[in-house]
């Protein structure tokens, strides 16, 4: 009982704002997209710049943790290349939703509510790895002509460098400055699960069946290559529950601005992305189960 109360406690706040969104979203249709492009270039990469520079940077740690989110990747999109051949799917439909999950929605806020706020610079590691390879990786897969030189353009990298750099130095921040930062920080995450919920409202359910296989299979394919993952990388006690957690994450909203984008079934890319955040009601107290 004690357990199922912790897990309730964990992510009632999570799917209160998102359900909060998606209150407001269907009383109010709203275009979110200028509110998601001020967090991902304000407040996000405050966050990951507050969170890196108030740490040393361990590259033992670190690093272990980012060659695990790179390795659950790609492992995810070799299951979902493959899933999609033999459902006679096409690849790049189902793969890149299996292979980068809603890290920053509910990744960064689920480890903060379940390890604590000391849990923070881990929880950005693996969130910047998975972006640094959506916007690289990911991009490429759906357009070979893409030039990956503008990935240094993207706040998030700079904010990853610049926290890194600060970590790393031993310097210590103005505490006023430090403190605003911070502040800026504390907008991203509440806003991207507002966001969300406002999202869930603009898709179609009539491409389920994708929707379903994608729901169960990134869940499952991401803790079982956790699982496979940790021990190779040395990874113990909480770092190991994190990317085990992280593993079942649900597909990236991102994926389907990339869909769209790039015109690779934008619909059935929807149909995974809110199908497979639905899902997530179910597999992320299984995933807590085990972790706590």
């Known amino acids: 009982m004690d357990t199922a109360l912790r897990i309730v406690a964990i992510l009632f706040p999570m799917f209160a704002l998102v359900a909060a969104g998606y209150a407001y979203g269907r009383r109010h249709p709203s275009d979110m997209s200028v509110a998601n492009h001020i967090n991902m270039d304000v407040f996000v990469p405050a966050l990951i710049f507050s969170a890196l520079a108030a740490k040393t940077f361990d590259l033992e740690t670190y690093g272990s943790l980012a060659l695990g989110a790179a390795a659950m990747v790609l492992g995810s999109g070799a299951v979902g290349w493959g899933l999609a051949r033999a459902a006679g799917l096409r690849p790049l439909t189902l793969a890149p939703p299996l292979m980068f999950n809603n890290s920053v ?68 921040l103005w505490p006023p400055l430090a403190t605003a930062f911070r502040m800026l920080g504390d907008i991203s995450i509440p806003l991207a699960l507002f966001s969300l919920g406002v999202r869930l409202t603009e898709g179609a359910f009539k491409e389920w069946r994708i929707g379903l296989i994608g729901a169960v299979a990134r869940p499952l394919a991401g803790m079982a290559l956790a699982l496979a993952i940790t021990p190779l990388l040395g990874l113990h006690g909480t770092e190991a529950r994190l990317l085990f957690l992280y593993g079942a994450l649900p597909p990236a909203v991102m994926n389907y601005v990339f869909a769209e984008r790039y015109r690779q079934e934008p619909d059935k890319v929807a149909a995974l992305v809110m199908i497979g955040n639905l899902a997530s009601i179910v597999f992320l107290p299984l995933a807590l189960l085990v972790v706590l």
């Open 105 to 172: 929605n509910l990744g960064v806020p689920l480890a903060v509510l379940t390890f604590g706020s000391d849990i923070l610079p881990l929880a950005v590691v693996l969130f910047v790895a998975s972006t640094l390879l959506h916007f690289s990786l990911g991009v490429w897969l759906l357009d070979h002509r893409a030039h990956l030189g503008n990935l240094w353009r993207q706040p998030a990298v700079v904010a990853t460098a610049a926290g890194l750099a600060v970590g790393s130095s031993g310097l210590a």
